[in-house]
């Protein structure tokens, strides 16, 4: 804008600045009052997918009023939703092909193989077979799947609220090394943030190191120390359904090959997940047909026993998210911290700290906004402490991620019980395994850890980058 000498233009300026801070200001205060929402959802006795989806909707609208057009605004949503979708698709299929095999009773082929009544031995044994499970599934479900498993081996007691909140740690820790472990994770992967192999290699080491820590520290306190368990044996009576083995190796096959999928095709990953739930589709349908009685095993009745109310919770936040980047509140947060801390393993870790109290879909949406591939590119540092620290930061409270939540309704566990009793443990694999992370990678933690490449060209200004050249 021209200002003339009698300063006509500068009212023009000043009301034009206004505006759009006010629509900052209110797009802050519509996604901090949603989150509250969120974070209280017990309190209040709100769905948070329900506030989710209101908290997207009234952003939007904010952001709408606020462009420079509205023609303008319908471009950025329909970007995000082009986005955003991608992630709900892969999920939607991951969730029914998982409900397919879980239906044939298919993870018995896993599950029978505990036969030990040593409290240590089976506390190590939970703990990695979850581990293993939540790699290929996502950890909600390999928490459910492990937690049904233990309802029926072990008896109401401390020792089995322990296995529970094992369970808890080792599924957060198995889904944050692989692409398709963890929603994090995968949100990372589809946009091109982390690449398959690399990711697996190099968070491997850190997530066994974030379960194996606090197996041992469990292992050694008196509840799991104990005499031998008389655990029932309900599980022997229960029969895996017709070609269940069938079915629980192509589902389990479908899932790993969603990542060979994207690098043979260079299609989306969701393209090969609804490849793979067409392929188990039409197996279900066609080895039950006729079978009238077996109707709950085909994928209808699968699909409805989805957690359709994630996904859409998942739908509300990411689309919340987008529309601050739209608005570029998360750049002008991401110069904000670019000043303050001048060390990305830091801001890593504190994003990993926060999703013990907030949601880390919201947190890794936020991120993914903030810095771009030019700033970090794929399989940075940044990017892999994210994915490690937001996927197992949320084990140390039992209220910081969707399996502890699933863990404390299904044991009735109380929060503080996990507090007094787990927390320290899991906030000891977390440290662990970032220590693990920076020690192959040999990092030293200091602030002046950023290395001019991965400092955007703005922050390279301020004098506290100057004074490390």
């Excluded at 939540?134 to 296995?163: G, I």
């Excluded at 050694?220 to 359904?241: C, H, P, Y």
């Excluded at 290395?451 to 506290?464: G, K």
Aim: hydrophobic share 50%; aromatic share 10%.
């Amino acid at each position: 804008m021209a200002f003339n000498q009698s300063g006509v233009g500068l009212p023009m300026a000043v009301s034009f600045w206004v505006v759009y801070r006010i629509e900052d200001v209110a797009m802050a205060l519509l996604f901090g009052i949603g989150y509250a929402g969120i974070i209280f959802e017990h309190s209040l006795a709100f769905n948070k997918s329900g506030i989710g989806l209101l908290m997207a909707v009234s952003l939007w609208v904010a952001r709408s009023i606020g462009a420079p057009s509205t023609e303008i605004a319908v471009s950025e949503l329909t970007h995000a939703t082009a986005q955003v979708s991608e992630i709900v698709f892969f999920l939607l299929g991951a969730m029914a092909i998982v409900e397919i095999v879980n239906a044939h009773q298919g993870f018995k082929l896993i599950t029978d193989n505990i036969t030990t009544r040593k409290p240590r031995t089976l506390l190590w044994l939970v703990g990695f077979i979850t581990f293993l499970l939540s790699s290929v599934l996502d950890n909600l479900t390999s928490t459910v799947v492990m937690v049904s498993l233990l309802r029926k081996l072990v008896p109401p007691s401390e020792f089995r609220k322990f296995l529970g909140a094992v369970v808890v740690i080792a599924a957060n820790a198995g889904g944050a090394w692989t692409p398709i472990g963890d929603v994090t994770t995968t949100m990372l992967w589809i946009h091109g943030q982390l690449s398959t192999l690399q990711t697996m290699k190099d968070l491997f080491v850190p997530s066994v190191v974030s379960l194996a820590v606090p197996l041992a520290l469990i292992s050694l306190t008196s509840d799991i120390n104990g005499k031998e368990q008389d655990f029932s044996n309900v599980l022997a009576s229960e029969q895996m359904a017709p070609r269940g083995q069938l079915v629980f190796s192509v589902g389990i096959g479908a899932l790993f090959f969603v990542p060979v999928f994207k690098v043979v095709t260079g299609l989306p990953p969701y393209m090969g997940m609804l490849l793979g739930l067409g392929v188990l589709w039409i197996l279900t349908d066609a080895i039950h047909n006729g079978e009238s009685e077996r109707q709950n095993l085909k994928v209808p009745e699968a699909l409805s026993r989805i957690d359709y109310q994630g996904a859409l919770f998942i739908l509300g936040t990411l689309l919340s998210i987008s529309s601050l980047e739209a608005a570029g509140i998360l750049r002008e947060l991401a110069n904000y911290l670019d000043g303050h801390i001048p060390s990305t393993e830091v801001i890593a870790c504190a994003i990993g700290v926060a999703s013990a109290i907030i949601d880390n879909v919201p947190l890794v949406a936020a991120a993914m906004g903030m810095y771009d591939l030019s700033t970090f590119p794929q399989d940075s540092v940044f990017w892999q402490l994210i994915a490690y620290c937001a996927g197992t930061g949320g084990s140390m409270l039992v209220i910081g991620s969707s399996a502890g939540v699933a863990f404390m309704g299904m044991e009735k566990v109380d929060f503080f019980w996990y507090l007094r009793k787990v927390s320290a443990f899991a906030f000891a694999g977390y440290v662990a395994g970032i220590g693990a992370y920076l020690a192959i990678h040999n990092l030293p933690i200091s602030l002046s850890t950023t290395s001019a490449a991965e400092v955007p060209a703005f922050a390279r200004t301020f004098p506290w980058h100057q004074a490390t050249q």
